[in-house]
């Protein structure tokens, strides 16, 4: 059987109470995902500061249909493109790597932050964190005060989760 679950109805309940705006895509490829990022560096798309980058991951690694992309290689496609922008990445253990292999991403793309999980997630549980998270990253004037944020209010959930951020000079703890 497919499994019914979904980024789709979290997107639409943060749109909904007008914490975000929202367009979707989805990629089922590199070259999609390419593709899409390419149209969210366009001036026309500078309003939209984060981007929601949700595939099955491992390790430093996003897999789609038959394919995989690294961080090294999604870092190489962004090239210097996404200045202050945000990443967060919705996938299992994607985060799990050095915190000089995530500044050097944040360094080489200009993103503003990336943000995600080092363990395998829950999706029901991952959805309820980045209902709380999205619009506290999105708004935040500094984003370690918002990745201290999550750790006080919500501890029990970002320890389970294992919620790390980067930025280019900073990594949180790799949660355990």
Not at 132 to 158: G, N, T
Request: charged residues 25%; contains cysteine.
């Amino acid at each position: 059987m497919e499994s019914k679950q979904s980024v789709e109805p979290t997107l639409q309940a943060l749109e909904r109470g007008e914490y975000i705006r929202l367009i979707r895509r989805s990629a089922n490829t590199v070259g999609e995902l390419e593709l899409y990022l390419d149209r969210w560096f366009e001036k026309r798309h500078q309003d939209f500061s984060l981007a929601y980058l949700c595939f099955h991951g491992t390790a430093r690694t996003l897999h789609f249909e038959g394919d995989e992309l690294s961080l090294v290689d999604l870092g190489t496609l962004i090239g210097g493109r996404a200045q202050g922008k945000i990443l967060h990445f919705g996938s299992c253990r994607v985060m799990a790597a050095t915190d000089e292999e995530l500044q050097t991403f944040c360094r080489s793309t200009g993103v503003r932050a990336i943000t995600g999980y080092t363990k395998d997630i829950e999706w029901l549980e991952s959805s309820a964190f980045e209902l709380l998270l999205i619009p506290d990253v999105i708004h935040a004037v500094k984003l370690k005060s918002s990745y201290d944020r999550m750790f006080r209010i919500y501890p029990d959930l970002a320890k389970r989760l294992g919620f790390r951020m980067s930025h280019a000079t900073w990594t949180s703890e790799r949660v355990r």
